[in-house]
């Protein structure tokens, strides 16, 4: 981790918070340690597939939230047809 805050600036608290937030959302995971110990992350196999599974919900979530605000209802307009054997 301190290979990292130094690579990007940031503090060795927030390259930890950062690592924490992408292994509980399952962005990377740790498949062992190297020599001193230190731990080995990965990115999981099926990461393309999950990138497409999050926009799919995306999608469906704003769908949902299109049907959650109810339309006023209006009664149809009556449909006027004409006459197909007119009065002569």
Do not use: N, W
């Amino acid at each position: 981790m301190e290979e990292v805050a130094e690579r990007t600036g940031l503090t060795l608290d927030r390259v930890h918070e950062c690592l924490r937030m992408l292994i509980k959302r399952g962005r990377v995971r740790q498949v062992g340690l190297a020599g001193e110990g230190t731990p080995v992350y990965v990115l999981p196999q099926s990461a393309g597939r999950s990138a497409r599974r999050q926009a799919r919900s995306r999608k469906k979530r704003l769908r949902l939230r299109a049907f959650a605000h109810p339309t006023p209802l209006r009664r149809p307009e009556p449909v006027v047809r004409p006459d197909p054997y007119p009065d002569e």
